[in-house]
């Protein structure tokens, strides 16, 4: 099996810090895998709330979480605060990856690198829907694409 390659971009369009709570603790005393994918999620809606949109408005179109692939690079524990970074990745006609490192704050650590490939999505038409253009303006004016 190939292992997942993941690489950041220099620079982040978000950061977010956030303490490790007991419930993001699994049996192995670390950062669960379930955990991150929560902690993933919350620092992208707070991504997008930073832009003026929501997972449910995008330009007038929602996002559905279509990949995520995450690969561990050392272990966080309970009280650890760790900063998450979002930068946009690749992007298509109808959506874009969403780019995260997580890094322990302390320690300077990274904890994991992920990637979400979100796909633009017309919840009324229950469809696949283009970028919208609101997006895409995005993208241009910070040299995505």
Not at 88 to 109: A, F, I, K, W
Not at 113 to 131: Q, S
Request: net charge neutral; proline share 3%.
């Amino acid at each position: 099996m190939g292992r997942i390659r993941i690489s950041f971009p220099d620079r982040a369009w978000f950061t977010y810090e956030l303490p490790l709570r007991i419930s993001d603790i699994n049996y192995g005393n670390h950062l669960g895998h379930d955990a991150l994918v929560s902690i993933l999620h919350e620092v992208r809606m707070r991504f997008l709330r930073s832009l003026g949109m929501s997972e449910t408005d995008v330009g007038g179109v929602g996002m559905i979480l279509g990949e995520l692939a995450v690969t561990y690079r050392n272990q966080a524990f309970y009280g650890d605060v760790l900063r998450v970074e979002v930068a946009v990745g690749g992007t298509g006609s109808r959506g874009c990856d969403l780019l995260y490192r997580v890094t322990d704050l302390e320690s300077g650590n990274v904890v994991a690198l992920a990637r979400t490939g979100l796909i633009f999505f017309d919840y009324e038409g229950n469809k696949v829907a283009p970028m919208p253009e609101v997006f895409r303006k995005l993208l241009r004016e910070r040299g995505t694409i």
